[in-house]
């Protein structure tokens, strides 16, 4: 059974910076992509960053492009999500998910393909 719990978030001022991790629990055998989405007040859910299971594919959403890091540690099995210059329209809860996947080197850009999610941790940027 997969589990994802995330951490990290709080309140921080325009221009600062968090990290948020999702410690994840899956099956040794099974390959999984990690992506953090986030959903904003009144506002659909919307991918944010991925990663493949070697770590070695990434991707970001324009709007984030520069300013955020995805990252895994394969020993501990942690995903982080490194924020910086975060601003008021970072403001979300932010979810960890993970996809089964295949190859060590996919990372699904399909949220339907993210089956499994966490409970989500809240970031709140001041203006």
């Known amino acids: 059974q997969v589990q994802l719990v995330e951490s990290g978030g709080g309140l921080v001022q325009s221009g600062g910076s968090l990290r948020l991790s999702c410690t994840a629990s899956v099956p040794t055998s099974d390959y999984y992509a990690f992506a953090w989405f986030r959903q904003a007040p009144g506002k659909e859910r919307e991918g944010v960053s991925r990663i493949s299971w070697n770590g070695r594919n990434t991707a970001y959403e324009d709007s984030v492009q520069g300013r955020f890091t995805i990252s895994r540690d394969s020993t501990e099995n942690i995903v982080y999500l490194q924020m910086n210059n975060l601003n008021p329209e970072d403001t979300a809860i932010y979810y960890c998910?993970?996809?089964?996947?295949?190859?060590?080197?996919?990372?699904?850009?399909?949220?339907?393909?993210?089956?499994?999610w966490g409970q989500g941790t809240q970031v709140t940027v001041s203006s």
């Open positions: 998910a993970a996809a089964p996947v295949a190859s060590v080197w996919s990372m699904p850009d399909i949220t339907r393909a993210y089956k499994f």
